[in-house]
């Protein structure tokens, strides 16, 4: 059976638009193999039929966003659509081209290698978003791969996408993860050993999916113009508020890079708050919006460890640790910079760096101030001159340092340390170790001179929250809503993957329904909050991951 064949009709009350394949130029060749692709931003292309769809799991909130009902994402016709067996009347699957820096080198053309666009859907309330199939076969940018993905990294992009999104992270949406019935050739660890694998496909939800390494290929080779007709096209359809967004002028395209510099500093503020690691922060992978985008080889802090990447591609260069994510995300703001060369004036790009590193500093010190329940937080000074707030901070990264410490246990626990400084010192003190304790890794060593160094730090935090919230509840309700009780912990989800591979869906089910209220304490869920055990430490899946999926 061919796609073409197969058109499905959606209810009356769905409409799809296909502004972007009519307003941008396309790739005038239909064949689908793989191809340099020039003059043009997208090839039209169908998805490949599956064998055997199967509905493993949707987000019942992005379902409703779009204005569909539970039972309409389980009929048989929506689920052949998000398997890829059919299209419904009105939509114009493509793939969108692309480029990118991949670890910090120009790497040309890349593309949707396995991304498919359906259509843009025009939702009941209005909103216009992109109905997009990760895994659907082969486009003309799939390269030498097979444009499909796996069930591993199909529940991980599936569940972090929701996760993201409920502890209030900026990012793009998933509303369902289909089985396709068929298998896909992996070789997991790069080490030889392929092996069969279940093949998933990942239905993802965006306003747009246009990257940085969209503007960055055609500025590349020097087609200005397509880099003006996007850039115009994004404006209008995305950013509408900015001055003179209909008919953009080197002013408007100043102010559009400010504002993406800006969101971007702000989505990057949010993965350090709640401890996330994109694990593959390429220029292709940068959403214009400010949205995490391609959940790939991304992991959790669990023990703090600034130096900790996820990605065992980035392994020996560790450009894509944690404690790198502000600065890496500058380099790619430049990067996107510089393919705007042909419509800035001089001095935009010094602008727009600079809104980054305001907002960037802006946004972490509302990360801390909230992170640590002081709400008038000074980070400024520099060497002598730095302030006691600063010193504060430091000191808590000396905290981290003299053992192993879950970041997110360690925060949350904190809102529970005592602040009544007429507690007698050594009830102050128990009390404080014991708000904390969970955190610790080897819980034993608070018994030693680490106790001491933490209760030193702690009592210190104490006096200086009190100050700024004389309010105890007022600031654990504020601390609680910046440090999460639960994160979609490496080992968490690779239990719900071993479950789904089994063909059990229900713990994938579970832990989007834990990641629902990330904030709140859920009694009968505490498992979800535990730190990592053993067995977790070096399993693949939970401690490093590879690209491969
Ligand atoms: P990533 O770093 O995962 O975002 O992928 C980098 C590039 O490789 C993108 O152009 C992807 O579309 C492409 N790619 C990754 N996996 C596959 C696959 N299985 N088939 C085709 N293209 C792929
Ligand atoms: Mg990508």
Same mark, same amino acid.
């Given at each position: ?14 409409s799809? +638009?296909?502004?972007f ?8 060749a239909?064949y ?6 020039h ?11 599956v064998?055997?769809p199967? #509905? ?9 966003? #779009? ?16 398997a $890829?067996?059919?299209?419904?009347? $009105? ?17 040309? @053309?890349?593309?949707? /290698?396995?991304?498919?666009t ?7 309330? /209005?909103?216009?978003?992109?109905? @997009?199939?990760?895994g ?19 529940v ?9 999104h409920? #502890?209030?992270?900026?990012t ?7 089985l ?25 939800i965006s ?8 503007f960055e290929l ?24 900015l ?7 080197r ?10 510099a ?11 708050r709640?401890?996330?690691?994109? $694990?593959?922060?390429?220029t ?16 959790w ?9 996820p ?8 450009r894509?640790?944690?404690?790198? @994510? ?5 380099w ?6 510089d393919?705007f060369?042909?419509l #800035?004036?001089? $001095?935009a ?15 972490e010190?509302?990360?801390y ?13 520099e ?5 006691? +707030?600063?010193?504060?901070?430091e ?11 879950d ?24 009390r ?19 106790g ?5 730090w ?37 239990n ?21 209220r ?27 991951l590879?690209?491969?999926?």
């Open positions: 059976m061919s796609i073409s064949d197969a058109k499905a009709a959606l209810p009356s009350r769905f799809f +638009d296909d502004r394949v009519r307003e941008m130029p396309g790739d005038p239909d689908n193999l793989p191809r340099q692709v003059g043009a931003l997208y090839s039209r292309v169908s998805p490949t039929p064998s055997a199967k #509905l493993l799991a949707y987000s019942p909130e992005v379902a409703a966003d #779009l204005g569909l009902t539970g039972d309409e994402l389980r009929s048989d016709d929506v689920v052949s659509v998000l $890829g067996n059919r299209i419904f009347d $009105g939509m114009k699957p493509y793939s969108a081209c692309y480029g990118g820096h991949q670890f910090g080198h120009w790497a040309g @053309q890349l593309g949707d /290698g396995r991304a498919i359906l259509g843009e859907m025009v939702t009941p309330g /209005g909103a216009t978003l992109e109905v @997009q199939l990760k659907a076969g082969p486009t003309p940018y799939s390269r030498r791969a097979d444009g499909r993905a796996v069930l591993r990294s199909s991980r992009e599936f569940l972090c996408s929701e996760a993201m409920h #502890l209030g992270v900026p793009t949406r998933a509303l369902a993860l289909v396709t019935g068929d298998e896909v050739l992996r070789d997991m660890l790069y080490d030889g050993n392929a092996e069969m694998e279940p093949g998933a496909i990942v239905t993802r306003p747009s999916f246009v990257r940085f390494g969209s055609p500025a590349s080779r020097n087609e200005h113009a397509l880099v003006k007709k996007l850039a115009d096209h994004v404006i209008a359809a995305h950013y509408s508020h001055p003179n967004a209909a008919a953009p002028t002013d408007t395209y100043r102010a559009f890079l400010v504002e993406v800006e969101r971007t500093a702000r989505m990057v503020a949010a993965w350090m709640v401890g996330f690691v994109h $694990g593959v922060m390429n292709d992978n940068m959403s214009i919006l400010g949205l995490t985008i391609d959940y790939g080889p991304y992991g802090l669990e023990g703090f460890d600034p130096a900790w990447t990605n065992t591609t980035d392994a020996s260069g560790r894509y640790r944690f404690g790198a @994510q502000p600065r890496i995300a500058a790619n703001v430049a990067s996107l910079v393919a060369s042909s #800035l004036d001089d $001095g790009a010094d602008a727009v760096m600079d809104a980054y590193a305001e907002a960037w500093s802006v946004a010190l509302d990360m101030a909230r992170k640590l329940g002081i709400r008038d937080l000074r980070l400024e000074g060497g002598e001159n730095k302030s006691p +707030d600063y010193h504060l901070l000191g808590l990264f000396e905290v981290f340092k003299c053992a192993e410490i970041m997110t246990l360690f925060y949350r626990g904190l809102a529970n340390v005592p602040t009544d400084s007429s507690l007698p010192r050594a009830e102050h003190e128990a404080s170790l014991a708000a904390v304790r969970d955190a610790f890794y080897a819980p034993s060593l608070l018994e030693t001179s680490v001491d160094s933490v209760y030193t702690l009592s210190a935090w104490a006096v200086r929250a009190k100050e700024a919230y004389p309010s105890d509840a007022e600031r654990i309700a504020t601390m609680n809503a910046a440090n999460p009780k639960y994160v979609l912990r490496n080992w968490l989800c690779q719900a993957i071993d479950a789904a591979a089994k063909g059990n869906p229900a713990e994938v089910e579970l832990l989007l329904e834990v990641m629902r990330p904030y709140e304490e859920r009694p009968g869920l505490e498992r979800f909050a535990e730190k990592r055990p053993e067995w977790a430490r070096h399993r693949v899946g939970c401690s490093m590879s690209c491969s999926s």
